[in-house]
């Protein structure tokens, strides 16, 4: 894994070769093995590199093609480059080194754009064709590998693997986007192509953008995935899924540094642990994390799966300072980010780096084969729109505003979502906090911005997308665009690269995701359970525990931590921080801050966003700049 940035001169006319080694300096920790910088009359590229294939000076990057002509700062791996080599080799290119980024240049030579869709990894890269005087930044099908970018109008543009190379940039402002904090607030998360900052985007998964000397820039896609059904038996199905697992385990254990895997001893990781096993020549590394909160601890069935496959099995138990950890969030991210499973993974990463360099995961599964607990709660919520007359409904609804218990919130939330259309009811399942509390919550000013805006219409669109589909569909494949490249894969990506490891998901590869889509809906959900599919598939290799138990995912005691460990970072930092009220209203923050200390109401995950919104702020807008 490494880092890339540049920029077309126009957009940083002063800018040399130091800034772009700056540039490239900020995030070392993505690559600390070497390091390189290319300047043009029209464009600067900077990397930063960690060492996984081909570990000599010939791997360094920027990388120049055999005639010169091109020139690539990469950041991945490329999973079928030594096929697509030998297919190059046949028609008479030779290589210099062993690395999937001379192949790209190659494939780019051969092929231009269309070799996007002849790749099968995780990148993001930014290819320059001096001939042509034209830019390509390209980003992976699903998103794996971030690339954030600056337009400043015209040809004027920067792009990094992380923002705070772009802040480097004087030309590049620091100025908020309003709707920015209120989807924050609703998603813990901001949604592409949107950042905290205006004026910089997230390039999306499986886009490209061209822009050529004097241009425009555009934005293409390159990759949609079909939910239209495949005509498989069911069992051709699981036996092709087995296989295809097994190849994308296989050529994600590809690699010239030591490898492991992160293990929960859930279905997903516990399943790519297996397949590792049976590809591996030795014991394979596994790591996991605990905490002493056995409501939140996988340790024990971690441990049984590392035991029936005989890994070299190492766990953490996350206890020591926890507000040191939390304040350093803020220096990986960027911009707000609140998925509190950030810190557990973080000490993951931290443990496997001891370890290991390249880390295989399970992160995938749940969006393509079902996995999460909500899709079965949204099909009861649509069988109660279905079937319970709309006036009932709205009775229900209205009684249990009233009424402070749980089981009232229970009914309030059912009946709420009931009423609604099934892509907005779907919004509200997958944001965090209540329209009128956010309304209630936001500083003025950004309240005043944000009329209008509806954060909704971001989730709305993808569930939408997909004509004709059923409920399960739908749900699929709008946390297949949203949540998991702007969430999960964000999570993963920086609190790896944070240590310097790198992380391979094969359920990630593209062809299982291809595959998935194109299964029937039973084969993922039916008759309450989850995950049919790869049950079946992996039941004869798993033990029978990691099926039995309830999912807990990478989950943290928040509620119990405000009251203890975090509270005194998070007064000092909600309560007597004054520049939280260009956001926030800072009493409305005190109310929910009391309501949660006095045992009223349980806020820790509302809590734990305000607090990485805080930190943020303080890092890259208090004067603390990282």
Known sequence: ??????????????????????????????????????????????????????????????????????????????????????????????????????????????????????????????????????????????????????????????????????????????????????????????????????GIYKLPPAHSLELSVGGEPRVSEYWDVSFKAASRSAEEAEGRLLELLQES???????????????????????????????????????SIGFADKRHDETPFAREVAAAFGTDHREYLVQENLAATAALMPKFFDEPFADSSALPTYHVSRLARRFVTVALAGDGGDESFGGYSKYLVELKEELVRK????????????????????????????????????????????????????????????????????????????????????????????????????????????????????????????????????LPTSCKISAGQKKVILKRVFGPLLPESVFNRPKQGFTVPLDCWFRSELKGLAEESLLREEAMGEYLDRAVVRRIWEEHQDGRENHGTLLWALLMLALWHRAYLGGHHV
């Open 387 to 518: 079937t319970v007359p709309r006036p009932l409904l709205a009775l229900l609804a209205s009684g249990a505003r009233t009424v402070r218990h749980p089981v009232a919130r229970k009914v309030r939330s059912l009946t709420t979502s009931a009423l609604c259309q099934p892509a907005r009811a779907y919004y509200r399942t997958n944001t965090f906090i209540e329209d009128d509390l956010l309304e209630e919550i936001l500083a003025a000013p950004v309240r005043r911005a944000c009329t209008g805006y509806d954060p909704g219409a971001f989730t709305e669109r993808c569930f939408r997308k997909v004509a004709g589909a059923d409920h399960v569909t739908s749900m699929l494949y709008t946390d297949l665009k949203t949540y998991l490249p702007g969430d999960i894969l964000v999570k993963v990506d920086r609190m790896s690269m944070a240590h310097s490891l790198e992380v391979r998901a094969p359920f990630l590869d593209y062809r299982v995701v291809e595959f998935a889509a194109a």
């Open 249 to 287: 385990t296989s050529c994600r254990m590809i690699a010239d540094v030591p490898l492991g895997a992160f293990l929960s001893g859930g279905v997903d990781s516990s399943a790519v642990v297996a397949l590792m096993s049976r590809a591996a020549r030795e014991p394979v590394k596994t790591c």
């Open 1 to 198: 894994m490494c880092g890339i940035a540049g920029f077309f001169r126009s957009c940083a006319p002063e800018a040399d070769e130091a800034v772009l080694r700056q540039m490239g300096e900020v995030m070392r920790h993505r690559g600390p093995d070497a390091s390189g910088e290319f300047l043009d009359d029209h464009v600067g590229l900077s990397h930063r590199r960690l060492s996984i294939l081909d570990l000599s000076p010939l791997g360094n990057q920027p990388m120049h093609s055999a005639d010169g002509n091109l020139v690539i700062v990469f950041n991945g791996e490329i999973y079928n480059f030594l096929e697509l080599r030998a297919e190059l080799e046949r028609s008479g290119v030779s290589f210099r080194s062993r690395t999937d980024t001379e192949v790209i240049l190659a494939l780019y030579a051969r092929h231009g754009v269309r070799s996007l869709e002849m790749l099968n990894g995780m990148f993001a890269f930014a290819l320059w064709d001096r001939a042509g005087r034209k830019l390509l930044l390209a980003r992976d099908r699903i998103g794996k590998k971030p690339l954030y970018y600056c337009h400043l109008g015209g040809d004027r543009l920067a792009f990094a693997s992380e923002i705070k190379s772009l802040l480097v940039l004087p030309e590049v402002g620091r100025k908020i986007e309003p709707t920015a904090i209120a989807d924050y607030l609703k998603y813990l998360y901001i949604p592409a192509p949107k950042t905290i900052y205006r």
